[in-house]
């Protein structure tokens, strides 16, 4: 009986806990933009755009001035009305097809996006050679020779 | 039957099927080895520029210091020119510098500079304590211009033709070797 009434005192506890800490985070969470709606949708470009200077990093994720100053960029853009292509192809005109996490599929980019399957492809042909047996039907047989 | 089995189990026949899955696996390592060799040469920090070749982004920005107080692209159109980007706070441009002197001492080239994201006091010291190579520095205080100009490393060097259009980038300082068998070269077939 008094085991189940500190179980429910924890539990409560732990309710309690989880209410106070919920809306602090969310306070910390605040959208920088005062637009929330166009600072989406500047993170969601900036998502698919890769940081020239520290190259592992989406421009979204970094905090590398360039990256900070391409991010205010972007946000500027947008607020002048421009689409999310043309944001787009503003990057590449500039830092060329590498900012882009996305790359479309074009005569040199074709070996990126095919060479996965084409070496799949290579490889499932190779196995089945070798489950055909050429190989080594001959030798099992020459072992069982052996062993005889 | 058994006989010929036997003997192939001592020598094993030059069966060229055989040869071939031999070969193959090691084709298959040579042929990564290379990719990824080439893959370790290439410096990932190069990117190609896509501004060579195309016209240079148009301007018309104050200039740090100068014979004018404002430069245009339109003003330097029918000569061939350098543009070098710059900062004070830029390290590499540092040890860039002397080699930038001397390049411009010699008058081979009009030398422009870019001042990227500098502030106009601190940059004039600079060029005070380790000299002006510059004709003009286009000041670029918030890095606008240079973003225009695709500008991710400072230094960065570009070179342009008489037509104003971009024919030559080079990422990071540049050195006796590069000016002497790049961009000589190339001033001189844009002149010829």
């Not at chain 2, 037509?163 to 590069?178: A, I, N, S």
Request: proline content about 8%; aromatic content about 8%; overall charge positive.
């Amino acid at each position: 009986m008094a085991s189940a009434r500190r179980f429910i005192a924890l539990f409560a506890a732990c309710l309690g806990l989880a209410f106070a800490l919920g809306p602090a985070r969310a306070g910390e969470a605040q959208p920088v933009a005062a637009d929330p709606a166009l600072e989406t949708r500047v993170m969601a470009l900036a998502g698919e755009l890769r940081c020239v200077v520290c190259q592992n990093e989406t421009l979204a994720a970094s905090q590398a001035e360039l990256a900070r100053d391409l991010r205010a960029q972007i946000r500027s853009q947008m607020r002048e009305g421009r689409s999310d292509a043309e944001v787009r192809d503003f990057m590449v005109a500039r830092y060329g097809q590498f900012v882009l996490y996305r790359p479309p599929l074009q005569a040199s980019t074709w070996l990126l996006w095919l060479g996965p399957f084409a070496l799949l492809a290579l490889a499932a042909w190779g196995w089945r050679q070798q489950m055909r047996g050429s190989p080594d039907a001959t030798n099992a047989r020459d072992e069982e020779h052996l062993q005889r | 039957m058994s006989e010929p089995l036997q003997t192939n189990s001592k020598t094993p026949p030059a069966n060229p099927r055989r040869i071939w899955r031999m070969a193959l696996p090691l084709a298959v390592f040579a042929a990564l080895v290379l990719v990824l060799g080439l893959g370790l040469r290439h410096d990932p920090r190069e990117l190609p520029s896509p501004l060579v070749g195309r016209p240079a982004p148009a301007f018309r920005v104050p200039t740090l210091v100068g014979k004018t107080p404002q430069l245009a692209l339109e003003d330097l159109r029918g000569q061939v020119w350098m543009l070098n980007v710059w900062a004070s706070w830029c390290t590499a441009c540092r040890i860039e510098h002397p080699t930038l002197m001397d390049f411009a001492g010699t008058g081979a080239l009009p030398v422009y500079g870019l001042n990227y994201k500098d502030k106009n006091p601190e940059a004039l010291r600079w060029l005070v304590d380790h000299g002006d190579p510059y004709q003009a520095s286009l000041s670029d205080p918030d890095g606008r211009l240079g973003l225009e100009f695709g500008v991710y490393g400072v230094p960065e060097t570009f070179l342009i033709d008489r037509e104003g259009v971009v024919r030559f980038k080079h990422v990071g300082p540049l050195t006796p070797q590069v000016l002497q068998d790049e961009v000589m070269p190339l001033v001189r077939r844009l002149r010829g």
